[in-house]
Nanobody, 130 residues
Framework: QVQLVESGGGLAQPGGSLRLSCAAS????????MSWARQAPGKGLEWVSG????????YYADSVKGRFTISRDNAKNTLYLQMNSLKPEDKALYYC???????????????????????WGQGTQVTVSS
């Protein structure tokens, strides 16, 4: 009964900010790495960012590095994505995902691999427009 529920999406202007949240339940949240991915209409799924189970390491796609920050609050079973300096190309449906393995500390290659994740949320829509 794993559940991942994203929220916080909406409309922002270019250069603006949004913070996405992912509320997790049905598993021991603090034992799993997590990631954010996104999909624009008619486009493929793009990995955005990932974080270790204890938050000790984070990884970012080049397209968002320096603008987005991933974090987690294990006491609240919640994953976050702070998005600053938003661009029109950031418009997409944003998903959070759970790693399939306990306490895995990924390499830069594995944390960006969709095959490593076994549960996904329903997504929250982000629109960036002036």
């Amino acid at each position: 009964q794993v559940q991942l529920v994203e929220s916080g999406g909406g409309l922002a202007q270019p250069g603006g900010s949004l913070r996405l949240s992912c509320a997790a339940s049905g598993f021991t949240f603090s034992s799993y790495a997590m990631s954010w991915a996104r999909q624009a209409p008619g486009k493929g799924l793009e990995w955005v960012s990932g974080i270790y189970d204890d938050g000790s390491a984070t990884y970012y796609a080049d397209s968002v590095k320096g603008r987005f920050t991933i974090s987690r609050d294990n006491a609240k079973n919640t994953l976050y994505l702070q998005m600053n300096s938003l661009k029109p190309e950031d418009k997409a449906l944003y998903y959070c995902a759970k790693d399939s393995s306990l306490n895995r500390h990924h390499t830069v290659a594995t944390i960006a691999s969709f095959q490593e994740y076994d549960h996904w949320g329903q997504g929250t829509q982000v629109t960036v427009s002036s």
